[in-house]
């Protein structure tokens, strides 16, 4: 009996050993203020870079948000792979703040960008074509400025670099795994379905201001997180050079973003076969953080959900499902003092 529960003991040990290898926790996340020139008008451009952090846990209220980072607090030593972050049309990339500091506990650099001319403050590139076309060069950007940040570089791996897409963000982060919009398909989709005042504002046709830019893919991307993507572009033929591997979340009651369209069409013509994941009694926002009092009251329908569904026990799924997404497929971090095969 003594042996068997030695043995038991041992084995318990080593599972817990194998658990707290997979998932890296660290004691608190720092924040990070980028700012560099966006490649369309070499004007500033923001984002906010989150990052493991061996300080004491912070709470920092920023844009109307509580989130659970401290700025500039001292960076976890080690090398860590890089994930950024596309918000949706309109929005701001702090409404998935919990997505970015609960990546960075887990080993992750998270970089959220905050798209010019199509933000929660600014619509100005709003239904053109270099708002479809610019926001996957803003990433790429964004990649490229996190590689030379006088903070941040010493500790990213280049070479494992994730994109994750909220909304018209997934139709970004597609185009930069190398995904060609086509523009007919937007068009059809508005003749078919023009009651749908989110894609077809500008009845399916986009302003043509810039005929100097088409998609650009990014090689550096090797994984994608998708969230009720705008993807009704992409037929399979536009999406026969992503070779990435994907992890698709949607909402089965989204009104916004119509899932047979989008979500489900990508999920079945992908090269690559995604790891899909529908959300039972879902909406479009079901997504974004909680709400404060005050934004309850301000925006009552990006706050409120269905019956039974339950907002925060999703993202706590979500937030899991993607660490162990993006550390399967871009690696775990190297950690200071261990730095062996396969970590």
Partial sequence: M????????????????????????YPSVGYHRMTFLDPLDLQPMKALAFYPSTGRPHQSRFGGYQIA?????????????????SHGNTGTPLALHYLATSLARKGFIVVAVLHPGDNYKDHSRLGTLSNLYGRPLHISEAITATLGDRLLSP?????????????????????????????QRLRNYC????????ACKTQGELIADRDDLGPEADPRVKALMLMAPLSLMFGRQALADVHVPALIYSGDSDKLVAI???????????????????LAGAGHFVFMAPCTPEQRQTMAALCTDAEGVDREGI?????????????????????????????
Avoid at 3 to 22: T, W
Avoid at 159 to 172: F, L, N, R
Avoid at 260 to 276: E, G, I, Q, S, T
């Fill in 69 to 85: 980072a401290g700025e500039e607090a001292k960076i976890a030593m080690g090398r860590f792979p890089l994930l950024v972050l």
């Fill in 260 to 278: 047979d369209k989008n979500a489900d069409a990508l999920a079945r013509k992908l090269p690559v076969v995604p790891d899909y994941r529908l």
């Fill in 191 to 198: 003749q078919e379905r023009p009651q749908d005042m989110d």
């Fill in 2 to 25: 003594m042996r068997l529960c030695a043995l038991l003991l041992f084995c318990l040990g080593l599972s817990a050993f194998s658990v707290q290898a997979e998932a890296t926790q």
């Fill in 155 to 183: 500790y990213v791996k280049g070479e494992q670099v994730g994109v994750i897409g909220y909304s018209a963000g997934g139709e970004t982060a597609l185009i930069l795994s190398g995904a060609h919009p086509d523009l």
């Fill in 315 to 343: 993202h706590r799924s979500l937030t899991a499902e993607a660490a162990r997404f993006f550390t399967r497929t871009l690696g775990r971090p190297d950690r200071a003092g261990w730095q062996t095969a396969g970590h």
